[in-house]
Protein backbone atom coordinates (compact mmCIF):
# COMPACT_ATOMS: atom_id res chain seq x y z
CA UNK A 1 0.00 0.00 0.00
CA UNK A 2 1.39 3.40 -0.48
CA UNK A 3 -0.72 5.28 2.08
CA UNK A 4 0.50 5.80 5.45
CA UNK A 5 -1.13 7.17 8.49
CA UNK A 6 1.52 8.89 10.75
CA UNK A 7 1.11 11.27 13.96
CA UNK A 8 3.61 11.78 17.12
CA UNK A 9 0.78 11.72 19.43
CA UNK A 10 0.12 8.03 20.60
CA UNK A 11 -3.54 8.30 21.55
CA UNK A 12 -4.14 9.45 17.81
CA UNK A 13 -1.44 6.69 17.04
CA UNK A 14 -3.92 3.57 17.93
CA UNK A 15 -7.08 5.52 16.96
CA UNK A 16 -5.61 5.60 13.39
CA UNK A 17 -4.40 1.41 13.68
CA UNK A 18 -8.08 0.88 14.50
CA UNK A 19 -9.62 3.02 12.21
CA UNK A 20 -11.83 1.33 9.37
CA UNK A 21 -11.88 3.84 6.07
CA UNK A 22 -14.72 3.94 4.35
CA UNK A 23 -13.18 4.13 0.98
CA UNK A 24 -10.80 1.09 1.42
CA UNK A 25 -13.26 -0.96 4.05
CA UNK A 26 -9.62 -1.41 5.84
CA UNK A 27 -7.59 0.11 8.20
CA UNK A 28 -4.57 2.14 6.41
CA UNK A 29 -0.97 1.16 7.77
CA UNK A 30 0.06 3.77 10.66
CA UNK A 31 3.82 4.26 10.39
CA UNK A 32 6.45 5.94 13.57
CA UNK A 33 9.57 6.54 11.13
CA UNK A 34 9.10 6.41 7.32
CA UNK A 35 12.27 7.13 4.39
CA UNK A 36 10.60 10.10 2.12
CA UNK A 37 12.49 11.42 -0.95
CA UNK A 38 15.85 11.03 0.55
CA UNK A 39 15.17 11.67 4.46
CA UNK A 40 14.13 9.98 7.16
CA UNK A 41 11.03 11.38 8.91
CA UNK A 42 10.25 10.38 12.63
CA UNK A 43 7.42 10.68 14.33
CA UNK A 44 8.23 9.86 17.68
CA UNK A 45 10.45 10.79 20.90
CA UNK A 46 13.36 8.45 19.91
CA UNK A 47 16.06 9.41 17.44
CA UNK A 48 15.42 6.97 14.45
CA UNK A 49 17.26 7.80 11.18
CA UNK A 50 17.96 4.19 9.72
CA UNK A 51 18.68 5.45 5.88
CA UNK A 52 21.08 8.20 6.82
CA UNK A 53 22.84 6.49 9.51
CA UNK A 54 23.62 3.77 6.94
CA UNK A 55 24.74 7.03 4.51
CA UNK A 56 26.93 7.90 7.44
CA UNK A 57 28.31 4.78 7.90
CA UNK A 58 29.13 4.25 3.98
CA UNK A 59 31.17 8.01 4.19
CA UNK A 60 33.05 6.71 7.43
CA UNK A 61 33.61 3.51 5.26
CA UNK A 62 34.88 5.71 2.02
CA UNK A 63 36.89 7.87 4.63
CA UNK A 64 38.96 4.29 5.17
CA UNK A 65 39.56 3.83 1.21
CA UNK A 66 40.46 7.47 0.73
CA UNK A 67 43.14 7.13 3.57
CA UNK A 68 45.23 4.30 1.68
CA UNK A 69 45.09 5.73 -1.80
CA UNK A 70 48.35 7.27 -2.71
CA UNK A 71 47.56 10.71 -3.57
CA UNK A 72 48.39 13.67 -2.15
CA UNK A 73 46.28 15.74 1.30
CA UNK A 74 45.39 18.55 -1.24
CA UNK A 75 43.42 15.72 -3.90
CA UNK A 76 42.42 13.93 -0.44
CA UNK A 77 40.90 17.04 0.51
CA UNK A 78 39.17 17.66 -2.74
CA UNK A 79 37.85 14.04 -2.47
CA UNK A 80 36.39 14.65 1.03
CA UNK A 81 34.68 17.91 0.12
CA UNK A 82 32.69 16.67 -3.06
CA UNK A 83 32.62 13.20 -2.20
CA UNK A 84 32.48 12.26 0.95
CA UNK A 85 30.45 15.33 2.94
CA UNK A 86 27.95 15.35 0.65
CA UNK A 87 27.55 11.72 1.24
CA UNK A 88 27.49 11.53 4.91
CA UNK A 89 25.44 15.07 5.20
CA UNK A 90 22.82 14.60 2.95
CA UNK A 91 19.29 15.51 4.47
CA UNK A 92 21.25 16.55 7.89
CA UNK A 93 19.03 19.61 7.73
CA UNK A 94 15.50 18.15 8.29
CA UNK A 95 16.82 14.95 10.09
CA UNK A 96 17.86 13.46 13.34
CA UNK A 97 22.04 12.77 13.41
CA UNK A 98 23.83 10.12 15.25
CA UNK A 99 26.34 12.12 17.26
CA UNK A 100 28.36 8.55 17.70
CA UNK A 101 28.46 8.39 13.72
CA UNK A 102 28.96 12.16 13.29
CA UNK A 103 32.13 11.57 15.90
CA UNK A 104 33.47 8.60 14.06
CA UNK A 105 33.40 10.72 10.50
CA UNK A 106 34.99 13.68 12.08
CA UNK A 107 37.99 11.28 13.00
CA UNK A 108 37.83 9.59 9.97
CA UNK A 109 38.37 12.94 7.81
CA UNK A 110 41.31 14.56 10.31
CA UNK A 111 42.66 10.92 9.35
CA UNK A 112 42.66 11.45 6.09
CA UNK A 113 43.50 15.13 5.73
CA UNK A 114 45.63 15.94 9.07
CA UNK A 115 48.33 14.36 11.38
CA UNK A 116 48.12 10.83 13.34
CA UNK A 117 48.90 11.91 16.54
CA UNK A 118 46.90 11.04 19.49
CA UNK A 119 47.01 14.34 20.96
CA UNK A 120 45.83 16.36 17.66
CA UNK A 121 43.41 18.85 18.19
CA UNK A 122 40.49 18.89 15.97
CA UNK A 123 39.39 22.55 16.22
CA UNK A 124 43.14 22.83 14.80
CA UNK A 125 43.54 20.38 12.32
CA UNK A 126 40.50 21.36 10.40
CA UNK A 127 41.27 24.76 10.03
CA UNK A 128 44.76 23.90 9.21
CA UNK A 129 44.70 21.24 6.77
CA UNK A 130 41.67 21.44 5.41
CA UNK A 131 43.21 23.90 2.06
CA UNK A 132 40.12 26.28 1.82
CA UNK A 133 36.47 25.40 3.11
CA UNK A 134 36.80 24.13 6.29
CA UNK A 135 35.95 19.90 6.36
CA UNK A 136 34.70 19.52 10.01
CA UNK A 137 31.35 17.91 9.58
CA UNK A 138 29.67 19.97 12.54
CA UNK A 139 29.95 22.92 11.09
CA UNK A 140 28.85 22.24 7.88
CA UNK A 141 26.02 20.39 9.48
CA UNK A 142 25.37 23.61 11.35
CA UNK A 143 25.75 25.97 8.04
CA UNK A 144 23.30 24.04 6.15
CA UNK A 145 20.67 23.91 8.99
CA UNK A 146 21.24 27.60 9.06
CA UNK A 147 20.91 28.08 5.76
CA UNK A 148 17.33 25.99 5.68
CA UNK A 149 16.26 27.92 9.23
CA UNK A 150 16.69 31.29 6.86
CA UNK A 151 14.87 29.66 3.52
CA UNK A 152 12.15 28.46 5.44
CA UNK A 153 12.16 31.78 7.05
CA UNK A 154 11.43 33.86 3.47
CA UNK A 155 9.09 31.13 2.43
CA UNK A 156 7.04 31.36 4.77
CA UNK A 157 6.34 34.96 5.74
CA UNK A 158 2.79 34.50 7.66
CA UNK A 159 5.19 32.58 9.69
CA UNK A 160 7.20 35.18 10.43
CA UNK A 161 5.57 37.40 13.46
CA UNK A 162 5.32 34.22 15.05
CA UNK A 163 9.19 33.72 14.74
CA UNK A 164 11.52 34.05 17.33
CA UNK A 165 14.22 35.63 15.11
CA UNK A 166 14.74 39.66 15.27
CA UNK A 167 16.28 41.09 12.22
CA UNK A 168 19.74 40.33 11.98
CA UNK A 169 20.72 42.48 8.75
Known sequence: AKSHNFTNARKCRNWLKAHIWKCTQTPI????????????LNMTAANISTTLNDRRTQ????CTKLLYLPLDREAKTTLVRTAILPEALYTCEAAYISIHLL????????????THSSSRCSAMCFPLYSKGEDLDPVLHTLSRRCIMLRRMYFKHPDMQAQAMISDIY
Open 59 to 62: AIQM
Open 103 to 114: AKLRTSILDIIG
Open 29 to 40: SVVNHIRDLGAH
